[in-house]
């Protein structure tokens, strides 16, 4: 699985995946689902900053591809440190496929 394309909108961020799958992402839960030491406790695993403790109007400004197997971004609110694997970011999508298969499980 690798990522064909990243486009930040207004409404979110959205990737194309190489398998055509068209991924959705609201800013500010993506941004509360950082993985980095700075918003998930290394030890314990205990999640230090959620989607609830982000601004509302918090946006992806800017990102990067790292390596074959991941996306950083860059958030209005300064952060910058966490990677998004290519495997998580499947999971968290919101897309309207995603999202309806999720809720019937």
């Not at 230090?48 to 509302?56: F, G, L, N, P, Q």
């Not at 990677?83 to 998580?88: G, K, N, R």
């Amino acid at each position: 699985m690798a990522v064909n394309e990243v486009n930040l909108e207004d409404d979110g961020v959205h990737i194309l995946w190489d398998d055509g799958h068209s991924g959705y992402y609201p800013h500010r839960y993506l941004r509360g689902h950082c993985c980095c030491a700075g918003c998930v406790e290394e030890m314990t695993g205990r999640r230090r900053v959620a989607e609830e403790d982000v601004r509302e109007d918090v946006q992806a400004i800017d990102w990067m591809q790292i390596g074959r197997y991941a996306v950083q971004f860059l958030w209005s609110d300064t952060h910058d440190s966490g990677i998004y694997p290519f495997d998580l970011l499947r999971k968290l999508c919101r897309c309207s496929e995603c999202f309806v298969g999720e809720n019937e499980t």
